[in-house]
């Protein structure tokens, strides 16, 4: 069962590609907040065809949704 994980706008997505988002977004327990625009490069699945993980500079394992990336 091959899984087609998009972006925002309809790109496929694989494993190792950059991705920025698109909107600020909360992190759930934590006051931190991932402004637009921020780069998450070398991206992994997790199974979800609408979950990807990654990591910034400043927060590591990441489980981010595809509605709020675009491919980079």
Do not use: Q, Y
């Not at 994980?5 to 327990?29: F, Q, R």
């Amino acid at each position: 069962m091959d899984i087609v994980v998009k972006d925002s706008n309809g790109t496929p997505l694989s494993e190792g590609d950059t991705v920025t988002v698109i909107k600020d977004l909360k992190l759930k327990g934590s006051s931190t907040v991932i402004k637009r625009g921020t780069v998450i490069k070398n991206i992994r699945f997790n199974g979800s065809e609408d979950e990807i993980e990654g990591r910034t500079d400043k927060v590591k394992g990441l489980v981010l949704r595809t509605e709020f990336l675009r491919k980079s």
